[in-house]
């Protein structure tokens, strides 16, 4: 067992500072855990007895139990002393989630954080930071009817900001993409970004990380160990305080020092991090990474029932430059058995709006089956009603071709429960063809990261 | 009366094509006519006495009582004989949603349509359209359970693509962004963006002019239409088929020929029109400019909950080349009376994650009211619970200062209900900070198109 497992897999949890009182963060907390987390819990709490129906304890020493964890969320100033009782207690995993610490000045409180970091045989995530959201361990402060909960997928997100985290976890949960381990490191008085990388390198239920970044704690460790791991399993990571303007709010976010971003962006090339440079673009990029294979090379086709989609994504392709290539004669040939006659066979393949779920399931396998063609973008127009249900499965099987696939698909509810339906099977859906189309061309920039690394062992 | 009031403000309309098959266009244009429109509907069908309670003739010259508009919805070989009967029922205005022409290299019988539309006093929309859609004239083909409607608006949008523009449709009922009036223009035999635009420029429901794009009929007129309209209200373009592969899907989509990108996009400066370069920005520009104030420097603050979201912010802003000046420091002092000490009072000005709507309330307002300051950017992490409904009116109470405010939310349905109801005050609402600072940064620009007419008439 990693020691890391404490934090994920833990086999019992404490929150200190939970509370009777709805609408407190203690109160919050202890709701979602009791929820999502099947071991005990010991709220932990002087002044209590009993906290949602849990029996509560004045101190982590009253606990007989052992403790895997403990979530802190008393106030900045006796965080200390809690710590000091968890290590009494033989705990050796903690997740601050208060704040009050050199995000506000306090340096001297947080550096006493530090110092027992580094003397005793314990780890410390945060402070001033959301903590952790697996599906089994959820100590999200916020109410799941403000923020909904993603489902179980593949993609693991550090963050440095929990407002951009938790903005995140409530999208992902709107369109269905799946999270793995999501985690808010905060001011990451110990544990930071390389050691959550370090351990979502070797878990196997993390596919993609993605990064909210503001700074690093070291530089040339960063890059060493992201040169590795992308070797393994892509990263996508979103560097924030680029300007002059931005690194001044940095210090007063979360009291850290942001370097200049043409380093940091020089240094995800050299990582073979893939860049976001958007912050939409994490989510975007991410999810492609997570749930499709590379794009082999820049080859892409365009199915579409849109001709207007059709040439933005074409447009989109080429800027980007990826390449669409005419398919071979023998699948022009069958797509003329089925297409009419007005469809374009040119690619952008328009198979026209009065398309069926048939023609989209013959044209996608006559074009994922060509040699010339390595990923589809799928575009369609999910409100004409010669469009069933029955399209998710015919974009989904298209999987079985090996060839990665992204779709475009933009509307309100009704559009909107397919795209997540695609999404909980690993396609991912994008609301604009440029979108979409960008998303392909990140399978082709990873798909060339892994190919460097194979140069260089040629060359060797 | 203008003549185009014959396309919006009919007094009657005729479908002819109408079906009495569920699922055919001509039943669900009919159907969503009937719901929308006001005045007598004559559904043509030889086949039918009565379709959906309405009574039926079996053309359009049977009809006794006069009519104003024509919608046509017949195979693309009848078209002509059914305006040959129109014209001789006096008939002046035909939309043609029918498909069928030079689309499909049937440009003999785009002429024919042409011709008649030259000889004759009447005007045509389409052919290969999906026509018009305004609050209450709702001739889409696509039902409302797959396509909602969007509410009533400032917002009017012509577009040569209809799956552009219905997925544009849809996405605004979904986001509570009004619409005045929707055009598709399909082959544009006849009427085209410059009638269009001509029209709208007098049309005082539309306050911004949205434009999809592939080609332009003639580019002189173009761009002496929009420099005059744009003196008046805002113009958004977006060019599709800007690269060589895109340009031949132009070709095969709407059988027009798409010139090369840079002429588009100079064209587009000269004459003041704020170019869409993605096409989400179509409809992230047109809802910040039909509803709020020109920014009349470029200086703005950033009001945020979280920290991470205002560096963000920060970061576009200054790339985009908007100031983040200092408040006035009497502003600073009265911010200090009711932020805590851990806030930040440099710009942007982090409210922190405790924020309650009465720490929102007074922050937009000393903010709107700092003579430094000419525009807000409002960051709210609406999951907070510190957050009640409340905020919305917060919020939207800001508009009292006169300067515009763009608002960055996102999330899941929670979320989205609000975000819709800022929307409906004319609250433009984005789901990351810096589509919100762009959205921002495009009234500064407007600001400058209309000072530079200003300045030629000083010289002058």
Redesign the interface.
């Known amino acids: 067992m990693l020691f890391f497992d404490k934090f994920f897999n833990p086999k019992s949890v404490a929150v200190v500072g939970a509370s009777r009182t709805q609408?407190k963060l203690g109160y919050?907390i202890l709701e979602n855990l009791k929820y999502s987390f099947k071991g005990p819990i010991y709220p932990i709490n002087p002044n209590a007895e009993e906290i949602l129906g849990l029996k509560s304890y004045p101190s982590l020493i009253e606990v007989e139990e052992p403790i895997d964890l403990a979530i802190i969320v008393v106030p900045a100033e006796m965080t200390k002393k809690v710590i000091e009782e968890g290590i009494k207690k033989k705990i050796s995993a903690f997740v601050i989630i208060s704040?009050?610490f050199s995000?506000?000045?306090e340096k001297e409180r947080q550096l006493e954080l530090k110092k027992l970091s580094e003397t005793k045989k314990i780890r410390i995530i945060g402070p001033n930071c959301i903590g952790i959201y697996k599906k089994d361990l959820d100590m999200i402060f916020?109410?799941k009817?403000?923020?909904?909960r993603p489902p179980e997928g593949f993609i693991s997100f550090i963050?440095?900001?929990?407002?951009?985290g938790?903005?995140l976890l409530?999208?992902m949960?709107?369109e269905g993409v799946g999270i793995s381990k999501f985690i808010s490191i905060g001011n990451k008085v110990d544990v930071d970004e390389i050691d959550l990388m370090n351990y979502l390198e070797k878990d196997l239920s993390t596919r993609c990380i993605a990064i909210?970044l503001?700074s690093v704690r070291d530089g040339a460790e960063f890059v060493k160990t992201a040169k590795r791991i992308t070797q393994n399993k892509p990263i996508v990571a979103f560097k924030?305080?680029?300007?002059?303007?931005?690194k001044?709010?940095?210090v007063?976010?979360?009291g850290s020092l942001a370097g200049p971003s043409e380093i940091y962006s020089a240094a995800f090339k050299q990582a073979g991090i893939i860049e976001a440079k958007?912050?939409?673009e994490i989510f975007d990029f991410s999810k492609v990474l997570a749930n499709q294979p590379v794009l082999k090379d820049n080859k892409i086709a365009v199915v579409t029932?849109?001709?207007?989609?059709?040439?933005?994504a074409?447009?989109t392709?080429?800027?980007l430059g990826l390449e669409?290539p005419a398919l071979d004669s023998s699948s022009v040939k069958i797509l003329k058995t089925f297409l009419p006659?007005?469809a374009?066979f040119?690619n952008?393949i328009?198979i026209t709006?009065d398309a069926t779920v048939e023609r989209y399931q013959k044209t996608l396998e006559t074009v994922l089956k060509d040699k010339n063609i390595s990923g589809v973008v799928c575009i369609a127009?999910?409100?004409?009603?010669t469009l069933d249900d029955s399209i998710i499965d015919v974009i989904k099987d298209g999987k079985v071709f090996g060839k990665p696939i992204t779709v475009c698909s933009?509307?309100?509810?009704?559009?909107?429960e397919r795209n997540r339906k695609l999404e909980m099977y690993g396609i991912p859906v994008y609301?604009?063809?440029?979108r979409a189309v960008k998303a392909m061309s990140v399978l082709y920039e990873y798909g060339k990261i892994l190919k460097r690394e194979e140069t260089v062992k040629k060359k060797k």
């Open positions: 609408g919050t704040s009050g995000e506000i000045g916020l109410p009817k403000r923020l909904k963050t440095q900001s929990g407002a951009f938790s903005i409530d999208i949960a709107n909210y503001e924030a305080g680029k300007t002059e303007k931005g001044e709010a940095v007063s976010h979360t958007l912050s939409e029932d849109g001709g207007g989609f059709g040439i933005v074409a447009d392709a080429i800027n669409l006659p007005y374009s040119n952008p328009d709006g127009l999910m409100q004409l009603p933009a509307g309100s509810d009704f559009v909107l609301p604009t063809p440029e």
